[in-house]
Nanobody, 123 residues
């Protein structure tokens, strides 16, 4: 069982930056890890994925060029650097670990989830 804890959310104005952190414990953590988000009243959507090993990364079109996913100082940590934030980025952001399906950006493909951290971007 992998336990995930997110931190780093907050409120910023349009154009600002935030960095989210996710720390994993328990089980095998050298796995695919991802960030998802769920805007108010909408479904959860994939934002960014990082692979184990060579650390290949994948992004949704809506954040490509603005967000960067990376491993932290250990394989147990993954970060999401968010730059040039927009009001439409407002959402609860979740860390996910250990993929079991082929679709990186489908929530049903992931085994473990954190509790989420809120990001609010005001215009």
């Amino acid at each position: 069982q992998v336990h995930l804890v997110e931190s780093g959310g907050g409120s910023v104005q349009t154009g600002g930056s935030l960095r989210l952190d996710c720390v994993a414990s328990g089980g095998t953590v050298n796995n695919h890890m991802a960030w998802f988000r769920q805007p108010p009243g909408k479904e959860r959507e994939g934002v960014a994925v990082i692979s184990p090993g060579n650390g290949g990364t994948f992004y949704s079109e809506s954040v490509k060029g603005r967000f960067t996913i990376a491993r932290g100082s250990s394989m147990n940590e993954v970060t999401l650097q968010m730059n040039n934030l927009k009001p439409e980025d407002t959402a609860m952001y979740y860390c996910a670990s250990t993929i079991r399906g082929k679709n990186f950006f489908s929530p049903s493909s992931w085994n473990y989830w954190g509790q989420g951290t809120q990001v609010t971007v005001s215009s």
